[in-house]
């Protein structure tokens, strides 16, 4: 398992721009692809990016493709997700995960989650 812990939520007007960051510890970063999720409560969570153990091949929900970039820093064992051209149907509790899977497709091959962080954008 991997702790992971994101930051960088809040309120945003439309239009605008946040950086998400998810700090883990606990196991080598690199072992893991690393994506972010998000969540309306009673929903299922929803893919938003994701990219792979060397950071060289990403994958995007098509909702937020050319808007959303995912990277990551080695050296600080640190992944962002940088929201561009942010939309009031982007408000939603924003979650970092973790998976060794080499391929991972969906939420089932995650299995370590950070607490989420909430994005608020207004109109």
């Known amino acids: 398992q991997v702790q992971l812990v994101e930051s960088g939520g809040g309120l945003v007007q439309a239009w605008g721009s946040l950086r998400l960051s998810c700090a883990a510890s606990g196991r080598t970063f690199s072992s893991f692809s690393m994506g972010w999720f998000r969540q309306t409560p009673g929903r299922e969570r929803e893919f938003v990016a994701l990219?792979?153990?060397?950071?060289?091949?990403?994958r995007y929900a098509d909702s937020v493709k050319g808007r959303f970039t995912i990277s990551r820093e080695k050296a600080k064992d640190t992944v962002y997700l940088q929201m561009n051209s942010l939309k009031p149907e982007d408000t939603l509790v924003y979650y970092c995960a973790a998976s060794s899977t080499s391929g991972p497709e969906g939420a089932a091959d995650f299995g370590s989650w950070g607490q989420g962080t909430q994005v608020t954008v207004s109109s």
């Open positions: 990219i792979d153990l060397n950071g060289g091949n990403t």
